[in-house]
């Protein structure tokens, strides 16, 4: 056994990592500046002879492998019948295949909508809608405007299987790039995410990487196999089941704070904890990832003063912070790093409001009804209560020192009775960033991967009470 | 195969007889779309739209179903399903009330068939079938 290198293109960074199989372990990361406007490979040769140093010697990786979110990561499109139901089915692959979804569209869609599709520079489109047996007339309509427009991002169809015969017929007559996959929703509130998630994966290898100029960089890397989202929630399913022998940690969540966007993971199968909920609506995946595109430390660090209520704002002011013109000097400033113990105060603050509001969004609610039989619940989404292990990622957390106060705002609160957070999980930290590279090692490695994953990614303290 | 969206509107939790229907009619050779117990209107639609049903068959046990179905046929207009049929049937309302009654105000809600107390979904199977032109 030899060494592997594992590369992340980000959006801002190009990270590398090198593991040692025989050892088990990671022997160098390092990062540059992700180069996508010139040639990808500068950054990456930037990074490779930062990595060589810090190794002391020059050796030979066996294999490299590299995930990539660089040039906007993987932009869909994800079109279905129903908001609640096909929608939010092809939504749901969509992010499982580690993609930012920048347009979800329901019933018919019209000329603006194909606009904003061309506008949005969307790169894969998913196009869903009707149960299998069930509506078909929507998802024709709607693959008719896709191929007489002149939209050239692949289509994925994966609806209704009673339309895929003239479906196939419209797509192939306007001669559109196009692939037939299995309905996200067969029945009724069942979600079938594998069959069109993988398709997504292939066409992001063969042409979106490619077009993305990413390409380029294929004589140095043997393969970029994969969205680094992607890789983070193999990485995440992984270190949650285990493999064969080697145990997993069970349940557990990830909460990953980067520049631009805030994602959550969860692996768990949040079904119902108490015994007068009754779970509502879609189906919910297993491992379950949510991107929040308006939160985060830099680009989005507006977004995230728009997340505050008015009294949390005027809170900070009582302190002596002024959070919107902290904000603004971020969003301003994109490679603003924390130099005092102000700043890195300022940066908890956004980081925990990040944590915070993406949890929200991502964990399951009840609904209280009354009954006959007295009080119920509906559970729409995961119960996360009983989540083991939160993992804090992303390098506002890594670098923080005070890493658990970010992460304290994703726990349950007695403000927040009906959302179903994390009650007392054990907090740990991704403290060398590799859940990515993990992702990637896992495909040919796991138990290695996994091995790693347990060694590296630490305990911070334990069990923190809600 | 045709669909028929069947549930229990409302705050309703009777379970069981709901489960009957969905296995008579499946039996029957329809494709049965069951929205479960403690359904809204908009779950019923809903599941309507994407299976492109025919028929929707609102049980409701517990005494509240004239309030929960209230608007429901403004609803599915609103949503496209002009033609879908709505049956309404168990203890619909509160108390013993003349049933005549009962049917009439249902019927000007838009509910194409409306069953009393005691009617099993065995009973209902012909009109089901005439009504679907099977």
Known sequence: MGFYLLVDFGSTFTKLTAIDLELEDIIATSKAITTVETNIIDGFTVAYEKLMTSIGKTITFEKTIACSSAAGGLKMAAIGLVEELTTEAARRVCLGAGAKVELVLSHHINRSEVQAIKDKKIDIILLAGGANGGNKECVIHNAKILAESDIIAPIVFAGNKDA?????????????????????????NQLNIEDAKNRIKDIFVKNIIEAKGIKKIEEKIDQVIL???????????????????????????????????????????????????????????????????????????????????????????????????????????????????HDENIETIIASKCIDAAISRHVGTLKSVYTPMGMMYHQVGKDLTETKYFI??????????????????????EQKPTELRPKHPTFMLDKDYILSAMGLLSLEYPEIALRIMKKRIIILGDKHAA | ?????????????????????????????????????????????????????????VSSLYGHGELDCKGMREKCQEAGLDDILLYVGGNIVVGKQDFQEVEKRFKDMGFNRVYPPGVTIEDVLDTIKADLGD
């Not at chain 1, 419209?170 to 029945?187: A, G």
């Not at chain 1, 997340?307 to 301003?332: F, P, V, W, Y």
């Not at chain 2, 229990?8 to 009957?20: E, F, S």
């Not at chain 2, 403690?38 to 929707?56: G, K, P, V």
């Open chain 1, 164 to 188: 895929s015969d003239e479906i196939e017929d419209i797509l192939s007559k306007t001669n559109k790039t196009f692939f037939m996959c299995e309905n996200v929703m067969p029945k009724l």
């Open chain 1, 227 to 341: 969205p680094t989202p992607n890789a983070v929630l193999m990485a995440a399913e992984l270190l949650s089941k285990g493999y064969n022998e080697e145990k997993g940690l069970g349940e557990l969540m990830i909460a990953d704070i980067g520049g631009a966007t805030t994602d959550i993971y969860s692996m768990s199968e949040g079904l119902p904890k108490q015994m007068n909920a009754i779970l509502s609506g879609l189906e919910e995946p297993f491992a379950k990832r949510t991107v929040e595109g308006d939160l985060g430390m830099r680009y989005s660090a507006l977004g995230v003063i728009q997340a505050m209520s008015d009294q949390e704002i005027s809170h900070h002011k009582k302190q002596g912070i002024d959070i919107l013109a902290e904000a603004t000097m971020r969003n301003h400033h994109i490679e603003f790093i924390p130099q005092s113990p």
């Open chain 1, 392 to 413: 804090g990622t992303g390098g506002v957390v890594i670098h923080s020192q005070t890493p658990i106060e970010m992460m304290k705002d994703a726990l349950y609160s």
């Open chain 2, 1 to 57: 195969m045709k669909s028929i969206v069947i549930g229990v509107i409302g705050a309703d939790v009777h379970a069981v007889g709901n489960r009957i229907i969905e296995y008579t009619l499946t039996r029957e050779g329809y494709n049965v779309v069951n929205v479960g117990v403690l359904s809204s209107q908009e779950d019923f639609i809903n599941a309507a739209i994407e299976t492109s049903a025919h028929l929707i068959l």
